[in-house]
């Protein structure tokens, strides 16, 4: 890669136009997956692939060929090519030869866009930044990293799982997937950037679907991640989850449904950390900060109080686990070839910075080493571990009891407590509304009157960040990790959001979507004791 680097750069670096940075990047994937449904095999296989993506950039680190033009959107995919998997140097400089080739003609018809551009259209103040920034180059050999993995053990584990699923008669569908992967990633530039580092992740997933009988789809998951085959969970671990989804799944299904609502709401750790990450991660990512199709919600609030002062949010991708759990957003360099950085957002409610890629702000001129893509995708700036501390804390009790106290004051006999959150999305572009939607799955009414909570469902969390970011009252006093995969205009890539339990003074809850379809007419076969034939 550095030899057939130094060749091309030393030709295009002296053509018209010149290329003035050009980077190579080669990532090794090896992928083992085993998938099981309702106590069968569904699917078990292992791939090996080579991912060949080749940047040439011609113009200046002011003005390039990707320089946004007008309100058109830019192309997120990359339009990177598959490397022979043979350890064969001739044949992979010559694929690097031909994808340099084609990278550098396509460069230079988008310049002739961008400069033509830059006669008829009017130039935000943030658009006049530079399209990319001068790295100092970073030189690190890590170790290759590899999975031997045995499907035959997953192969009957995914069968068990399932199988337990369908104990009860609630369950419809379930699915247990174990995956395993081990990505080496290779790269060089011109700037003299030459980096080899592995990573290896391991994760179990589990999934279960039912219908209440309105027609309302019910869906349960849960996740466990590790980085050594040591440190799979146990049968017993696993079985109580699944177990735990069983009686979860049961409850919702027989769950009145809530009102539309605007109230008092308590978000537990991992639920709080969900919807840090959609309310204020996406917008603190820097690139969209000078798109003038984005909304730029905090584009002019640095040194602003956007939050309570006694919240703080970095994002640090340098951190592998916390509290002895992985943290899945940990890199130890991003996919532009800076090294990741632990980066303080928010200091005491006051706005510091943002997440940066490559691509500069005005008055923000270098990466902090936060340009992530899914493979076949182009950087962007994106969250790894975010993480938010507080340091106005209560016990569980304590908040609870503040919950109670808030709906009192508001005349409402009950407030919400959000114990766990699918995900959601959120708006930020300036077409639309700017505002966040998140999906709770495990909803409780905490009554005034002091009767027990009632599971509910139905509802989605909706709102407007700046309104609803300034509503936290108070933060638990312990720190629940939620780990996952976002996906944002550079693709899917892994993420962890740290946060302790939130008590928000009004939050506003809309009706959920729905199914009109009715749960089936018959009971599954194991629990019909009219259906024959059940053992083979």
């Known amino acids: ?99 340099t080739d084609r ?28 399209d990319f920034s001068h790295e100092e180059p970073h030189t690190f050999i890590g170790p290759r990293v590899e999975i031997h993995v045995d499907r035959t053990p997953w192969e009957e584990r995914v069968r068990r799982y399932t199988a337990a699923f369908s104990s009860s008669p609630a369950v419809l569908n379930s699915i247990a997937t ?15 950037t030459k980096l080899a580092f592995g990573q290896v992740h391991y994760r179990l997933e589990l999934y279960v679907q039912s219908k209440a009988p309105d ?43 809530v009102d539309p609502f605007a109230g008092p709401a308590l978000l537990t750790g991992r639920a709080a950390a969900v919807f840090f990450h959609e309310v204020f991660g996406h917008r603190a990512e820097g690139f969209r900060q000078k798109d003038i199709n ?3 919600t905090f584009t002019s609030k640095i040194g602003q109080q956007i939050l309570p002062d006694f919240i703080s ?34 200091d005491h409610g006051i706005l510091k910075t943002f997440l940066m890629s490559r691509s500069p702000l005005v008055g923000i001129p270098h990466s902090n080493g936060h340009g992530r893509r899914q493979l076949g995708y182009v950087p962007v700036a994106r969250q790894g571990n975010l993480i938010i501390t507080s340091t106005h804390t209560f016990t569980d009790a304590q908040l609870r009891a503040q919950l109670i106290g808030l709906a009192k004051q508001q005349g409402k006999s009950f407030g919400l407590l959000i114990d766990d959150i699918a995900g959601g999305f959120t708006f930020t572009g300036r077409a639309q509304p700017q505002a966040f939607q998140v999906t709770p799955l495990v909803v409780y009414k905490v009554f005034t009157d002091g009767r027990p909570d009632q599971l509910v469902r139905g509802v989605n969390i909706v709102g407007t960040p700046l309104v609803s970011l300034t509503h936290i009252v108070a933060t638990g006093d312990k720190e629940e990790i939620f780990n996952g ?52």
């Open 1 to 99: 890669m550095q030899t057939e680097l130094d060749r091309s750069f030393a030709a295009l670096s002296k053509s018209d136009p010149p290329a003035y940075f050009i980077s190579y990047t080669v990532a090794d994937r090896q992928d083992t997956e085993v998938s099981g449904s309702n106590g069968a095999l569904l699917s078990s296989a292992t791939s090996h692939v080579r991912w060949l993506e080749v940047q040439t950039r011609v113009g200046s680190y002011q003005l390039d060929d990707t320089h946004k033009v007008g309100d058109r959107q830019p192309s997120w995919t990359s339009p990177g090519t598959s490397a022979t998997l043979d350890d064969d140097i001739p044949v992979l400089r010559r694929e690097i030869w031909r994808e």
């Open 103 to 130: 990278q550098y003609r396509a460069a230079v018809q988008a310049l002739i866009k961008v400069k033509t551009s830059q006669q008829v259209e009017v130039q935000t103040a943030e658009g006049n930044a530079p």
């Open 178 to 192: 174990f995956s395993a992967l081990g990505m080496n990633q290779y790269q060089v530039n011109s700037e003299g």
């Open 215 to 257: 027609g309302m789809d019910i869906n349960r998951y849960a996740n466990f991640d590790w980085l050594g085959p040591k440190d799979a969970p146990s049968d017993k671990t696993v079985m109580a989850a699944v177990q735990r989804l069983i009686k979860e799944t049961e409850a919702l299904d027989q769950a009145p449904l």
């Open 294 to 296: 984005e909304g730029q």
């Open 313 to 346: 949010i970095k994002d640090d991708p340098t951190e592998a686990t916390l509290n002895g759990e992985m943290l899945l957003g940990n890199y130890p360099f991003d996919d532009e070839g800076v090294p990741a950085q632990d980066v303080v957002l928010v």
């Open 485 to 536: 995969y976002c996906g944002a205009e550079s693709g899917s890539v892994p993420v962890s959001a740290v946060s302790p339990a939130i008590l928000i003074s009004e939050m506003e809850f809309a009706k959920k979507e729905t199914s009109t379809d009715k749960p089936p007419i018959l009971p599954p076969p194991a629990h019909d004791p009219e259906a024959k034939g059940q053992q083979p």
